[in-house]
């Protein structure tokens, strides 16, 4: 089977630096993402890793380690608008016509960042 | 605005009934992902078409059934519907070569 974790809840302080801890065993690997849901809304796309290392995107990088099903998301300078769910989700498989094949889903870090 | 637009946003409905939501992918994207949400539960895989034809299934009940049509928007038909079933239902589309850009969702809510 597929499984994919991740803590369930997080607390920072604004303007402090937070790791999302991410590990995987599935059977199939064609790149891990993160997405950031606040409440109620669509998950909106933060970042993708295929190869192991690190991707760096403003205030937000990515870590993967295929070795060691390992993923980490690092959020530096918190705002409060960083107080939502981050959810690592693994690529099984390529998709068609170049398209990304369906994604599984961890249930999401809820991150709480406090004044 | 994602660019995937999906209708109705909000759907209240007894149990035992049919609905079906709708879901418009990306201009030029093929692929259409749809996802189920509950309070409890990560985002759930349900099916994947592409250009029309149902490439992946994932955990989608007998009683759910989808489908992708020429112009390439998407239906999902729930029946006999539970109070389980109760749910955010997200559609995704693929853009290359990064991950899929996701619709607003449609809230159902059996009652």
């Known amino acids: 089977g597929q499984n994919i974790d991740q803590p369930t809840e997080m607390t920072a302080t604004e303007g402090a630096i937070v790791q999302i801890n991410c590990t995987y065993q599935?059977?199939?690997?064609?790149?891990l993402f993160w997405y950031q849901q606040h409440a109620g809304e669509a998950p909106t796309f933060l970042s993708y890793?295929?190869?192991?290392g690190l991707e760096e995107k403003g205030r937000f990088s990515s870590f993967l380690s295929r070795s060691k099903g390992y993923s980490y998301l690092l959020l530096k300078e918190l705002q409060m608008k960083d107080s939502a769910s981050y959810l690592c989700?693994?690529?099984?498989?390529?998709?068609?016509?170049?398209?990304?094949?369906?994604?599984?889903f961890g249930k999401g870090t809820k991150l709480s960042v406090k004044p | 605005d994602s660019g995937v637009t999906q209708t109705p946003k909000h759907l209240i409905t007894a149990t035992g009934q049919r609905v079906t939501l709708r879901c418009s992918p990306r201009?030029?994207?093929?692929?259409v992902y749809w996802y189920q949400q509950s309070l409890d539960q990560g985002l759930q895989f349900l099916i994947q078409?592409?250009?029309?034809?149902?490439?992946a299934k994932g955990n989608i009940l007998e009683r759910f059934s989808a489908q992708q049509f020429p112009d390439l928007h998407s239906e999902l038909n729930l029946s006999s519907l539970e109070l389980g079933d109760s749910a955010l239902y997200f559609c995704?589309?693929?853009?290359?070569?990064?991950?899929?850009?996701f619709g607003s969702g449609t809230r159902l809510t059996v009652v």
């Open positions: 995704a589309s693929s853009p290359v070569p990064t991950g899929y850009t």
């Open positions: 890793n295929v190869l192991d």
């Open positions: 201009s030029g994207d093929l692929s």
């Open positions: 989700a693994v690529s099984l498989s390529l998709g068609y016509g170049g398209s990304q094949g369906n994604l599984i």
């Open positions: 078409y592409y250009n029309g034809e149902e490439r």
């Open positions: 599935t059977s199939g690997f064609n790149g």
